[in-house]
């Protein structure tokens, strides 16, 4: 068996783990090009049907082509689509663009609080997300299946051992958990099997006009592009082979304190 058909297989066998095992499964879809993979893949896991609901967190900020991509995929996949906004917190202009809270508290209110009204309300108990290891290094710290508390609080340092492929997915009943079927996977593959499947990914993952192209995709205030000539998906492959700059360069939010991304994740951030 090739690579890339190694890891989609790892990844279909815990999607359909975390289906039978979770009474109100959900899958996070943040319309970037890992979520977009995870999609795929719970399409091929259960024969052309997603069934489950994808919650997309929308803070309002995001880039215009971002949701156009999201509607475009849900009306002709035939998606169910959850949409979590924390609209008090819009309302009261208590936000990073405004200037009334730091990107982190940003984060934090927008996407996490906005998360946990979601769960609360549609009473999810296993979310699907799209995390991987190499991403960012708190999510090293990660496991396939990986529960939090009633308050979405995660305990890096508390994880159940996964040795074998022998993946821990019994929990108390009302347990907040996890499910990361993408954990193994580099940026690279993600690309890789884009290329291979034919996946639509957002236009703004290839190099404008300017010579620019976001590599991560986030709220706009927040989220930078890098210089560019990448315009295809095979440009993109042959650009990672080179580059040592880091995935989430362009996240403003991760730069703010060196602790910061992992303060966020430990809270109930993605």
Same mark, same amino acid.
């Given at each position: ?89 819009? *309302?009261?202009?208590? $936000?990073? =663009?405004?200037?009334?809270? @730091? ?8 996407? !996490?609080? +906005? ?59 009302? *347990?907040?958990?996890? $499910?990361? =079927?993408?954990?193994?996977? @580099? ?8 290329? !291979?499947? +034919? ?72």
């Amino acid at each position: 068996m090739d690579p890339l058909s190694a890891l989609e297989h790892q990844s279909l066998y815990i999607l359909r783990e975390a289906f039978s095992r979770f009474d109100r499964p959900a899958m996070l879809w943040s319309i970037g090009k890992d979520s977009t993979v995870l999609l795929w893949l719970a399409r091929k896991a259960f024969f052309g049907h997603v069934p489950f609901p994808l919650v997309h967190v929308d803070t309002s900020y995001k880039i215009p082509s971002m949701i156009e991509f999201r509607d475009r995929l849900v009306r002709e996949w035939g998606l169910e689509l959850v949409v979590g906004r924390n609209d008090p917190v819009l *309302a009261s202009g208590a $936000v990073f =663009p405004t200037g009334r809270a @730091t990107r982190v508290e940003c984060c934090g209110r927008l996407k !996490r609080d +906005a998360l946990q009204q979601v769960i609360e309300t549609h009473g999810f108990t296993g979310i699907i997300v799209g995390v991987r290891r190499d991403e960012e290094p708190t999510r090293a710290k990660e496991r396939y299946f990986s529960p939090r508390d009633r308050d979405m609080r995660w305990q890096a340092d508390d994880q159940p051992p996964e040795f074998w492929d022998q993946f821990n997915s019994e929990f108390p009943p009302d *347990a907040h958990v996890r $499910v990361h =079927p993408l954990l193994h996977w @580099t940026e690279l593959d993600v690309w890789e099997y884009i290329e !291979r499947e +034919a996946i639509p990914v957002s236009p703004l993952y290839f190099a404008n006009q300017r010579g620019e192209r976001y590599r991560s995709l986030g709220c706009a205030p927040c989220t930078a592009p890098i210089a560019s000539a990448a315009r295809t998906v095979r440009d993109i492959v042959e650009e990672l082979r080179l580059t040592r700059t880091p995935e989430r360069a362009g996240r403003a939010q991760d730069q703010e304190s060196e602790d910061a991304f992992e303060r966020l994740r430990r809270d109930g951030y993605m």
